[in-house]
């Protein structure tokens, strides 16, 4: 059997030719930064299992609250500024979106769970660029081959406060929900 190829990305893409080259791809991830498309590393299981139960969990807590908010997984692509990236997991409040949506516009909470490829990039580059968008109010960063969330959390001032978790809930207002660290990092 042929194993599928992907077409080459030039150098700079505008989000329109982007989008049209991705869906093109039989195979892979991308995200566009800054204009240029870069390749998203293959998962490892520590990483799929922290975003699958960071997912989960941020499920059960919507659902128990009763809050009008929904969660998505990777896939779903954020776009900020000339950047389109797809993190793990975002939560968003109001109307779910269209059939056929594949941004989120105005996401509350983003997730990044760490890759060995792009630990420095999430926790400083993505860091800036998410709370760029006025929606913005959480930022989780999962480690995956350790139990530590750090939780970065804007308030109504705009002031980002940062907290390093390594058990206990994760409490995020707005939209008034709680997850439990353990329940990211369980068996």
């Not at 139960?53 to 908010?69: D, F, K, N, S």
Request: hydrophobic share 40%; glycine share 6%; charged share 25%.
């Amino acid at each position: 059997m042929a194993k599928a190829q992907v077409a080459e990305p030039c150098q700079r893409m505008t989000r329109s030719e982007y989008r049209a080259w991705a869906e093109q791809q039989p195979v892979g991830r991308f995200e566009r930064i800054d204009g240029v498309v870069v390749a998203m590393a293959p998962e490892r299981v520590e990483h799929n299992d922290r975003k699958m139960l960071t997912w989960l969990a941020l499920r059960r807590a919507v659902r128990e609250a009763g809050v009008a908010c929904h969660v998505v997984g990777d896939g779903m692509t954020v776009e900020v500024g000339d950047s389109d990236y797809e993190p793990d997991a975002m939560l968003y409040c109001g109307e779910r979106l269209a059939a056929g949506s594949t941004t989120v516009p105005h996401p509350l909470l983003v997730v990044e769970v760490l890759s060995p490829s792009t630990s420095a990039t999430d926790r400083a580059w993505k860091l800036r660029e998410y709370f760029r968008l006025a929606s913005v109010r959480h930022y989780l960063i999962v480690w995956a081959d350790r139990q530590q969330i750090v939780h970065h959390q804007r308030d109504d001032a705009g002031t980002v406060a940062t907290t390093v978790l390594t058990e206990g809930e994760i409490r995020l207002t707005p939209p008034g929900i709680s997850v439990g660290v353990a329940e990211i990092y369980a068996d």
